[in-house]
């Protein structure tokens, strides 16, 4: 536990302060201001992202406007999926292993890089390692709920970055090497739906 929140007080410092020290640039203006639109036009813009990390920016700034909202959501995603990483390897290797992932992940160059950065991808990435774990804890005998929560996940994932879909299909596909043919097409059947809904 100890051990733990030594990682998680390390990530967080290398991704909390000083947000405001250099100004934003030109992808980081643009999440910024399309959040400030009106919600169905930032639900239907075709700018080639999914509207969930704009949509968490438009009511963040629906509490108090500010232009660096991109920007901690980013950190503080960054911070949990490190977090989530010590879930993720305890799940696979035991509590050893998971501490050094997760310290891996707390000072690797370019998940600080990109979670100090008003953009989605520190969220896609928060959603890949806790729908990761969810789906090791699923596969070990995990109960509805966890399988509810992988698909939450794995759902929101989508929401955030179109290419997160690699990552539902390589543990889509998992299931199906494994043999475990039903659990592949209930958990793939599903995931097409919730896609075409929200493609709708």
């Not at 990682?7 to 643009?30: C, F, K, N, T």
């Not at 995603?77 to 990483?85: E, I, W, Y």
């Not at 990435?125 to 794995?154: D, E, H, I, N, Y």
Request: hydrophobic residues 55%.
């Amino acid at each position: 536990l100890l051990a733990g929140s030594a990682v998680l007080l390390l990530a967080a410092a290398l991704r909390l302060p000083g947000l405001d020290e250099q100004s934003l640039w030109s992808d980081e203006i643009y999440s910024i201001e399309s959040a400030r639109w009106p919600l169905p036009d930032l639900l239907a813009v075709g700018d080639g992202h999914p509207p969930l990390f704009g949509v968490l920016v438009k009511a963040l700034d629906g509490v108090r406007p500010s232009d660096l909202h991109g920007r901690a959501l980013s950190a503080v995603a960054g911070v949990a999926a490190v977090g989530a990483m010590l879930g993720l390897g305890a799940a696979i290797a035991g509590r050893g292993p998971a501490l050094v992932a997760a310290l891996l992940l707390a000072v690797s160059p370019l998940h600080v890089w990109y979670s100090r950065e008003g953009r989605m991808y520190s969220l896609a990435a928060l959603c890949a390692v806790t729908g990761s774990w969810l789906f090791v804890r699923a596969l070990g005998g995990g109960s509805r709920l966890v399988w509810t929560g992988w698909a939450l996940a794995s759902t929101l994932g989508l929401a955030t970055h179109y290419l997160f879909g690699t990552v539902v299909l390589a543990q889509v596909a998992y299931l199906g090497w494994r043999r475990n043919v039903r659990a592949a097409l209930a958990a793939g059947g599903a995931l097409v739906v919730l896609a075409a809904i929200g493609l709708a």
